[in-house]
């Protein structure tokens, strides 16, 4: 498979929690991350997915929010994944950070070369990915 989001993800569906047009689906990438989507029920059947079913996630860069200093802080965002900066590709305008997870996953969010600068971010710096539920795009191999 090809495709041009950044983020690809393998995991098992841990939980489906199926509402009238949408089901919350959890998939469980390792003992430390889970990453929650919202999608239609049509989108679970077609999909065939079930607790145990190996699937992926797809998240564009773009919709990756990057924070620092999370401690305490309460968010709508039903995914916030802590990590560490492993490398910073600064463009004209926007940069590449490139974050390790705890289970060695690499995230990749796309944010402007100001919001570099304003994180205070570097390589080895704490940060936290925030991305919603409905921005996480779904898909098993058939």
């Known amino acids: 498979m090809k495709t041009s989001a950044r983020n690809c993800f393998y995991g098992e569906v841990s939980e489906i929690n199926t509402g009238a047009v949408n089901d919350e689906v959890k998939l469980k990438l390792n003992d430390d991350t889970i990453i929650t989507a919202i999608i239609t029920h049509e989108s679970t059947l077609h999909l065939g997915l079930a607790v145990g079913t190996k699937a992926f996630a797809?998240?564009?860069?773009?919709?990756?929010?990057?924070?620092?200093?999370?401690?305490?802080?309460?968010?709508?965002?039903?995914?916030?994944?802590s990590g560490t900066v492993s490398e910073i590709h600064k463009g004209a305008v926007n940069s590449e950070v490139s974050i390790t997870l705890p289970g060695g996953e690499q995230l990749v969010a796309i944010i402007t070369n100001d919001s570099v600068q304003n994180l205070t971010l570097s390589k080895g710096s704490k940060v936290s990915a925030l991305f919603k539920a409905s921005h996480v795009i779904l898909g098993v191999n058939v």
């Open 58 to 81: 797809l998240i564009k860069s773009s919709f990756i929010i990057l924070a620092s200093e999370m401690d305490n802080v309460k968010v709508s965002t039903r995914n916030c994944l």
